[in-house]
């Protein structure tokens, strides 16, 4: 199972990386790229703190190979499919909200570039996902999701993370992103 989750991580920073130097190029974000770069790799340990979290408190087959609780195969397409589909409906309500042209420019290239991991992650995985291949499912019914979801977000930081990053992405030179950085630390 550890492994499953080790794979998918280091499959999406492959992606993440391929996307960055391909996506980044079509926005003008900054006149440093690389230290904006930087601001994204700087979080890497927050991101595998996060992982972490979620693989030990989401219950699934035991490490020893042996069953645990049988949970269902799952869709992990749809699966991807519906977190995009939420969280484009949080980035199109902020977007509607926010009337800095640099922020609304900072959110569409961030956009693209998640599109592109998204892609690029699944044709990875074109021939099975790697739960699915030693059936190892992690069950993330939604009382069980919610439950790790709610202590992993407690035991982390999250929105001091954002905020830093925040900082760090003005600091890169994205101009009109410092004055909100504040707020990332008392929302929700």
């Known amino acids: ?61 035991t490490e020893n190979g042996e069953p645990g609780v049988r949970v269902k195969e799952y869709d992990y397409k749809d699966m991807i499919k519906r977190v995009e589909d939420a969280v484009n409906s949080q980035i199109n309500a902020f977007l509607r909200s926010i009337g800095n042209d640099n922020v609304k420019a900072v959110v569409t290239a961030g956009t693209a570039i998640a599109q592109c991991v998204k892609t690029c992650f699944l044709e990875k995985n074109k021939d099975g996902f790697c739960f699915n291949r030693i059936g190892c499912e992690p069950q993330i019914e939604d009382r069980n999701a919610r439950i790790a979801i709610r202590q992993c977000s407690r035991s982390v930081a999250w929105k001091k993370e954002m905020e830093t990053f925040c900082h760090c992405s003005s600091a890169a030179g994205i101009n009109g992103l410092s004055s909100y950085c504040g707020m990332l630390n008392i929302i929700g």
């Open 1 to 61: 199972m550890k492994d499953c989750y080790h794979q998918s991580k280091l499959q999406a920073l492959d992606c993440f990386e391929t996307c960055w130097k391909s996506e980044i190029k079509r926005f003008k974000l900054t006149d440093n790229p690389d230290d904006l770069k930087a601001c994204f790799d700087a979080k890497k340990p927050f991101v595998d703190q996060v992982i972490n979290c979620f693989q030990t408190k989401v219950k699934a087959c």
